[in-house]
């Protein structure tokens, strides 16, 4: 569970790659697909968003824009942790490294 301060953050970040996805990726194509799995692993949470049916071209280049800039603020300055792009000729995969300490032991306090 994430830490009650961190939770509307990590919704900015979902929000901003649903919408990209429904404008310009998987959402917005009839034969597009999306998944998102979540991995616990020692010290992290790795959160990988996949997009499938999608040309990249129609992707242009999202290495800039206002997603990038968000991404970078909230999962490099609020989390501390990381995130990868990769632009593939099948669509596009982005992997969020989120530190454990942006979550809350189970049970455990807020």
């Known amino acids: 569970m994430l830490k009650p301060g961190s939770v509307s953050s990590f919704a900015l970040v ?3 790659l649903a919408t990209n996805s429904a404008k310009y990726g998987a959402l917005s ?9 979540l991995a616990e692993r020692e010290d992290e949470v790795v959160v990988e968003w996949l997009e499938q049916g999608v040309s ?8 800039g824009g206002f997603g990038s800039k968000l991404l970078t603020a909230i999962i490099e300055g609020h989390f501390r942790g ?7 000729p099948e669509g596009i995969r982005i ?9 809350r ?6």
């Open 29 to 37: 194509c009839p034969d597009g697909q999306l998944a998102m799995t």
């Open 95 to 103: 992997v969020l490294h989120i530190p454990r300490v942006a979550f």
């Open 105 to 110: 032991e189970q049970g455990g306090p807020e």
């Open 14 to 16: 979902l929000h901003e």
């Open 82 to 88: 990381s995130f990868e792009r990769d632009l593939r």
């Open 56 to 63: 990249t071209t129609a992707l242009g280049n999202s290495a």
